[in-house]
């Protein structure tokens, strides 16, 4: 068993800033990808941010030089710090966790989801 909890939404005037949390716990063996993506009311869940294990990183052109993916591995969690909020980043966050069991046993794991509102 598994849980994804991401914590840190809010509400946020615009030019703001916010970061979220999001912690796996449970019956891991390692942890591969860790990502943020956001559903927005009417449109198709999208990728924000993700890093994998090594640390490498990806961002949606929308977000870059605004957000930064970061991760603690000891910890199994990772952070988005986002700055400079538009009211167009808001949505709802949720993250995701590529996670094993063993060695050849994995699967992916979403959090509940975590509300970010922008106010212009």
Same mark, same amino acid.
């Given at each position: 068993?598994?849980?994804v909890v991401e914590s840190g939404g809010g509400?946020?005037? #615009?030019?703001?800033?916010l970061r979220?949390?999001?912690a796996a716990s449970g019956s891991i063996f390692s942890i591969n990808a860790m990502g943020w993506y956001r559903q927005a009311p009417g449109k198709q869940r999208e990728l924000v #941010? #993700?890093?994998?294990?090594?640390g490498s990183t990806n961002y949606a052109d929308s977000v870059k030089g605004r957000f930064t993916?970061?991760?603690?591995?000891a910890k199994n969690t990772v952070y988005l710090q986002m700055n400079s909020?538009?009211?167009e980043d808001t949505a709802v966050y949720y993250c995701k966790a590529?996670?094993?069991?063993?060695y050849w046993r994995r699967m992916d794991?979403?959090?509940q989801g975590t509300q970010v509102t922008v106010s212009s």
């Open positions: 068993q598994v849980q509400l946020v005037q #615009a030019g703001g800033f979220l949390s999001c #941010a #993700a890093i994998n294990s090594g993916i970061s991760r603690d591995n909020l538009k009211p590529d996670i094993y069991h063993s794991y979403w959090g």
